[in-house]
């Protein structure tokens, strides 16, 4: 059996050790970049993030990216304490600071600062927030299509954990992923409440039907920004697209499946639960997505 790969594999880069990391206003070497024991992000997983992808000196999607941000983070009732334009500053001098231009991948945090006391109520957290930056030296590096394993977590209610919130709280979705490992996969595919197809634990999740494109609903899903770019690709290109609930008998009969997100942008998929999707390979809608989406990343970034 082929080794278990990460969805998120990237070829090592030996810049990475020597990376400059923001924090709070400063940049600082990597072995500096600490924030306290008593962070609430540390503690309780009580913060929101992005992650961004560099393309040609740009950040793709910065707006929408922000956008999505500050609305997770009214959500949480967290004030980030900086304006759009500022955490885009400090993105760019981020970049700057690594002397990166292509090929990195940042993850923005922002936490509700350290607590006075080890404890749960968000009013302990009082000389917050924390904000954090970490951009690395990232190039994809998928020696091949990802398997995936149907686990037995899944994507809840909104009034419980929203799973369109971007949040530090992804205790569910690790578990799904040490899941799909057990099982001999390499990323966890998981079922909405009532048991339709849902997502993966770290990306969206899509199938291809006689040139049909099927994704969920979304009402269980992650707010991707990348599963958005896709289903407007189809619909400017012709492309039959599809937000509806389906099976996994419709997925194990899929001709084409594949993931979506910032870092992989879209991740042919080459069997579920131990069933062989088309011919294993790259299927010919994919590889046209993917073409349509780099070039929709050529005309953002040149623009």
Same mark, same amino acid.
């Given at each position: 059996?082929?080794?278990?790969? =990460? ?18 206003? /400063? ?18 997983? !009580?913060?929101? @993030? $992005? ?7 740009? @950040? ?60 749960? +109520? ?7 927030? &924390? ?7 990232? /190039? ?32 569910? *979705? ?6 799909? $490992?057990?099982?001999?996969? !390499?990323?966890?595919?998981?079922? !909405?409440? +009532?048991?339709?197809?849902? &997502? ?8 291809? /039907?006689?040139?049909?494109? @099927? &994704? ?38 899929? !001709? %084409? ?12 998929? =080459? %069997?579920?639960?131990? /069933? ?23 005309? %953002? *970034?040149?623009?």
């Amino acid at each position: 059996m082929n080794a278990r790969i =990460s969805t998120h594999q990237a070829e090592e880069d030996p810049r990475n050790a020597q990376l400059k990391i923001y924090v709070n206003g /400063r940049i600082v070497p990597r072995d500096e970049a600490v924030v306290s024991v008593y962070d609430s992000g540390f503690m309780l997983g !009580d913060g929101v @993030w $992005e992650g961004l992808r560099l393309y040609g000196g740009k @950040w793709a999607f910065l707006d929408e990216h922000l956008e999505r941000l500050f609305e997770a983070a009214r959500a949480i009732d967290l004030d980030i304490g900086m304006s759009r334009q500022q955490l885009a500053d400090a993105l760019d001098a981020t970049r700057r600071a690594n002397g990166m231009h292509d090929d990195a991948h940042a993850r923005l945090m922002v936490t509700r600062g350290p607590k006075a006391r080890p404890f749960q +109520h968000p009013g302990l957290s009082r000389s917050g927030p &924390t904000v954090v930056i970490i951009a690395e030296h990232s /190039r994809p590096a998928l020696p091949r299509p990802v398997r995936l394993a149907t686990v037995p977590h899944v994507r809840g209610l909104p009034m419980s954990q929203d799973p369109k919130l971007n949040s530090h709280s992804k205790l569910n *979705c690790i578990l799904a992923c040490i899941a799909a $490992e057990k099982a001999g996969a !390499d990323e966890a595919l998981m079922l !909405d409440v +009532h048991g339709f197809v849902n &997502t993966t634990n770290s990306c969206n999740f899509f199938i291809v /039907r006689k040139g049909e494109v @099927w &994704t969920s609903t979304g009402d269980y899903c992650m707010n991707g920004i990348t599963r958005r770019k896709v289903i407007e690709l189809c619909r400017e290109h012709d492309i039959p697209v599809f937000e509806r609930n389906f099976s996994l008998v419709e997925a194990y009969g899929a !001709d %084409e499946a594949f993931l979506t997100g910032t870092f992989g942008a879209q991740t042919p998929v =080459s %069997e579920i639960d131990g /069933r062989r999707i088309g011919d294993g390979r790259m299927g010919p809608v994919t590889a046209r997505l993917r073409h349509l989406y780099k070039e929709l990343i050529r005309q %953002e *970034c040149d623009g």
